[in-house]
């Protein structure tokens, strides 16, 4: 929330997670005068090491004009005093967390006044920063305010530093206290003093270039607290605190039933895109809906309220002083419970990184679901001590208690796991860490006061209901099996993180996880609503009967055949869809087909670093006097070589991730933003110049590590930041064509033989030409009927839409066709869809070993025209036998074409590679799928499971069924992906 300067009543719902305030104020406009203070030495006391106590007095002009103390009435020698002004009261302040004092208000005294408790004492705190510029109103910082709005029982003779479930019962008010006569017993708090005591230690460190502090840094032993003063007579004088009051969540007649959310969520490779969807008291509307923004917790004063990086950071959530926080009485103040940051943020930390702090975070987790293997080198948290030098620890925490060492959540294994002692997590179940953190910001920002005050019953709390996530159509459902199981255990982390897993009056029920929808038939969904209920007012039998046609095989009624290519930075997925109506109003789809190649747009931009950065970077480096910079290019990124060091793998990743990947993607935005037939050049600029212009600025010591090495290569007087790049349409759509083009014409040409009438091109790559023109050379439907949902005119139901009411940015369309499918049974006006009908489905019809080249050739065909949907009878067996010398992996492809591109699905490899030079090669192993019973729950991902039944050497000798390993494997790279490893291949 950003507000203006008017400070009113705010509601507060108890155990709603740490809640955030942001207000914004122009500093120009605060009061310009200084507060005068006055350290009284009382000299007639003194304690053991011979010290006079100090007490400090906040002077006040008296009827002579005189800077006296208004308790005491003395007037001290001017020597004596100083003060604080205006800036060096904020300056203590800035970027930094400090408690704030909000107290109950008790009742009002004779005098009319307020009189307040004692307490809460640490539940409130306030971070102020410099926004980057003035906004439209002017005003130039922002005050955050956070507060945990966690209840505790109020226990006899203990400080009262929390609210209390009495306080809710009662709806009870608080207020800032800003007066130093009603807070002075808040600042008597020795860890009060001592986090304030720190805070201006480290200013003075600062002030100080780092160089050892001196005695006469400190002239004043309470400056400290004269400048907390000082800062919060300023809050008070601007008026920009309000007041809280809690919502009754306790009481067993509480005269409300909480409002349900629907969190919908497009988790891709690259990016994410997150939906809060609440469930309307009255009339459905998509107006209830708001996109999932994320709260920066290392920069609280940004919120990200778009699609975001799917990039994971293990980073610890700090809200101040921890440790000198707990000597307040509360233990668990401000505990922000899950380890990873997720986005921006954790793009942020990942380019500050070292490269000696060990493993800290990934790229993306869901190209990692298969991976369950735990991390032998374990996790470490991203950063840096206070000192500067010290690493962080390795990841440890609370939230340990409720997971395995390999990152399983201890709740989904029904007692059959131990809690974590090291953090040994498997990439898969970064998954898991990722969906727990959107869980943390998603329950924060559902009850955020800013977000009830849009909506109607602005006092009544919300919790999340459901938890929709999309798929691409053709994840294998081995790895839907896992998605599926990550996010249910996210969902109980996530409860046990926050301590809602006991039941009580405060805790709300765990939501459930809907997984029945994919990402491209979610874009049909889309278009479909934008078409009738914006163009023909809800007309659905009219638009089939404009748009599409009578197909015989689905009865006499005109039908709509539609196919969307969804192309994503990890994958390229078709879905063709024949959509009918029934008794003119309900629409009702039948998925006729689906598949999907790990071909997409970050292979483009790998493509153009490939094939136009590092040619060029090669020139400047064969310029500057090296004789051969492909051998060099190829030994310093081309991957892992004996006797490298860890740091030295990082900073190779963090070279590609900070200097090339954004070189890459400025050539990419270029082409994007041409207009007609342009060939020429499009993009001429140092990479100096393109780094300048990034939000985070490259690590120093990532390119001092290239620049190093292409000295050593013979290289001389070079420099990174004077390379020069340029590129001209040409070449960038010479690389598009090369990577996206067999996959789009494979994709074509399946529309073209379903006949279908429209199709439908979304993600972000569809917004390049090159893209559209290979399509439309294809020719799969009529040019009219070919629909880019970049720019698509949606109208103003959109939540991502641009000023003129289109799409933005086409990676939206997904997750805004999940949520209007979790409406469209009955809940949106003019717009009723069987979405049941809807799911997930095997695309493997033809599994067999793959080439290196990632084909499945006639010959390696170990199923064919296999149907893993149909129900199985007693004693069916699904099996093959196969020879066995060497790990190879298994894929699967949908067609009987020998080019269609396969899916690596398992790693076939000797469980104990020692032992192959005693076995007598090459062994037949046969493999069945597992057994499974078509009428128990959680049966459908099982279909594509498969377990090792025999194996026999050559000589007929039957061995253990242990000795050969089938493991789930759909990356054919085990280290990694590029974006994660730092390796890129040479032109």
Not at 431 to 444: D, G, N, R
Not at 640 to 651: A, F, K, P
Not at 918 to 928: E, Q, S
Not at 963 to 982: C, F, H, N, P
Request: aromatic share 8%; with cysteine.
């Amino acid at each position: 929330m950003s507000s203006t300067t008017t400070a009113g009543l705010i509601s507060l719902v108890p155990s709603s997670g740490i809640q955030f305030l942001d207000i914004d104020f122009d500093v120009d406009r605060l009061p310009r005068g200084s507060r005068s203070f006055w350290e009284e030495t009382l000299r007639e006391q003194v304690d053991h090491e011979g010290k006079s106590p100090v007490i400090l007095r906040v002077l006040e002009q008296d009827a002579d004009g005189n800077l006296a103390d208004p308790v005491t009435r003395q007037v001290p020698a001017a020597e004596e005093t100083y003060a604080i002004s205006r800036a060096q009261a904020l300056e203590a302040f800035l970027n930094k967390w400090v408690p704030l004092p909000y107290f109950r208000v008790h009742a009002r005294g004779a005098d009319g006044k307020e009189v307040y408790d004692r307490g809460p004492s640490n539940w409130a705190r306030a971070y102020i920063a410099e926004l980057p510029q003035r906004d439209a109103e002017g005003r130039s910082h922002r005050l955050v305010l956070a507060f945990d709005t966690a209840l505790m029982p109020r226990a006899p003779e203990r400080p009262y530093v929390a609210p209390a479930p009495e306080d809710s019962a009662r709806q009870q008010e608080f207020a800032p206290v800003c007066g130093h006569a009603e807070n002075a017993w808040f600042l008597n708090e020795s860890w009060v003093g001592q986090w304030l005591e720190e805070g201006f230690r480290e200013l003075r460190q600062a002030q100080r270039g780092g160089r050892a502090l001196r005695p006469e840094d400190f002239p004043h032993a309470c400056e400290h607290w004269a400048r907390y003063l000082g800062f919060l007579g300023l809050l008070e004088g601007i008026g920009i605190l309000p007041r809280i009051r809690l919502v009754d969540v306790v009481s067993d007649n509480r005269g409300y039933a909480p409002i349900n959310v629907d969190l919908v969520l497009d988790v891709g490779n690259s990016r994410t895109c997150g939906l809060l969807v609440e469930e309307s008291q009255d009339a459905p509307s998509l107006n209830n809906s708001s996109v999932l923004a994320l709260r920066d917790l290392s920069r609280p004063e940004h919120v990200y309220a778009r699609p975001f990086e799917s990039r994971v950071e293990f980073a610890v959530g700090s809200f101040g002083r921890d440790a000198i926080s707990r000597r307040s009485g509360r233990a668990n103040a401000f505990r922000w419970p899950s380890p990873v940051r997720v986005g921006p943020e954790a793009m942020r930390l990942a380019a500050a990184t070292q490269g000696n702090e060990g493993a800290t975070g990934i790229s993306s987790p869901k190209r990692y679901l298969w991976d369950r293997r735990p991390n032998v080198q374990g996790w470490r948290f991203n950063g840096r001590a206070s000192d500067g030098v010290t690493t962080e620890p390795p990841v440890s925490g609370p939230f340990m208690a409720h997971v395995t060492e390999t990152g399983e959540a201890l709740r989904m294994l029904r007692g059959r796991g131990q809690p974590a002692v090291r953090a040994r997590f498997s990439r898969s179940a970064m998954f898991t860490f990722l969906l727990a953190e959107l869980l943390m910001q998603a329950v924060s920002q559902i009850n955020a006061p800013a977000t009830r005050a849009a909506r109607r019953f602005a006092d009544v709390p919300r919790r999340l209901r459901r938890v929709i996530l999309t798929l691409p159509p053709a994840m294998p459902l081995a790895e839907q099996k896992i998605l599926r199981e990550r996010a249910e255990g996210a969902i109980k982390l996530a409860w046990d993180m926050l301590g809602w897993t006991e039941a009580g009056p405060t805790a709300p029920p765990e939501p459930r996880v809907l997984l029945n929808l994919d990402e491209a038939t979610a874009t049909q969904v889309v278009w479909l609503y934008t078409e009738i209920t914006q163009r023909l007012q809800g007309d659905a039998a009219g638009f089939f009967e404009l748009a599409g046609r009578v197909r015989p095989e689905r009865g006499p009624n005109p039908c709509l055949r539609v196919a969307s290519i969804d192309i994503g930075g990890g994958t390229t997925d078709l879905m063709v869809v024949t959509w009918s109506v029934e008794n003119r109003d309900t629409i009702v789809p039948r998925q006729e087909f689906r598949e999907g190649f790990k071909i997409a747009g970050d292979e483009v931009l790998e493509g153009l670093i490939t094939h136009l950065v590092l040619p060029q970077l090669g020139d400047a480096l064969r310029a500057a006097g090296m004789s051969d910079p492909q051998a060099f290019l190829r030994q310093t990124l081309g991957g892992d070589r004996g006797g490298q060091s860890e740091v030295e793998r990082h900073l190779r990743r963090q070279f590609v991730a900070q200097v090339l990947e954004p070189v890459g993607l400025g050539v990419l935005h270029a082409y994007e933003r041409i207009e007609g037939r342009v060939m020429g050049e499009l993009f001429r600029a140092t990479i100096g110049a393109v780094l300048a212009g990034e939000a985070q600025p490259a690590n120093p010591r990532a390119i001092a590590f290239f620049e190093t090495a292409a000295r050593q290569g013979g290289a001389r007087g070079f420099a990174i930041a004077d390379v020069e790049v340029a590129a001209d349409a040409r070449r960038v759509e010479a690389v598009i064509q090369a990577t996206l083009g067999p996959v789009l014409a494979d994709l074509c040409e399946v529309v073209w033989h379903y006949d279908c009438d429209v199709l439908l091109l979304s993600g972000r790559p569809s917004r390049l030409r090159a893209v559209t023109d290979i399509v439309l050379a294809k020719s799969p439907v009529p040019p009219h009927r070919m629909i880019g949902m970049h720019r698509y005119a949606v109208g103003g139901w959109y939540p991502f839409r641009d000023a003129n009411a289109r799409i933005e940015d086409p990676k939206t369309s997904a997750a805004v066709g999940a949520m209007l499918c979790a409406l469209a049974e009955g809940r949106l006006e003019s717009f009723l869809m069987r979405t049941s009908q809807l799911g997930m489905k095997s695309t493997a019809r033809y599994i067999g070993r793959m080439e290196i080249s990632g084909q499945i050739r006639e010959q390696g065909v170990l199923l064919s025209e296999v149907d893993l949907e149909k129900r199985p009878n007693p004693g069916d067996e699904v099996t093959f036998t196969m020879t066995f010398a060497a790990p190879t992996f298994l894929g699967f492809r949908q067609l009987p074409i020998e080019r269609w591109p396969a899916t690596p699905l398992y790693a076939l490899e000797f469980a104990n590679p020692e032992s192959v030079p005693r076995m007598a090669l090459p062994l037949r192993v046969k493999i069945r799928r597992a057994d499974m019973d078509p009428d128990a729950p959680g049966q459908e991902e099982k279909r594509e499971d498969f377990r090792v039944e025999e194996i026999e050497d050559s000589e007929g000798t039957a061995l253990r069924r242990t000795d050969v390993e089938i493991r789930l494997q759909t990356m054919k790279s085990e280290a990694g992906y590029w974006r994660d490893t730092g390796v890129v291949g040479m032109a």
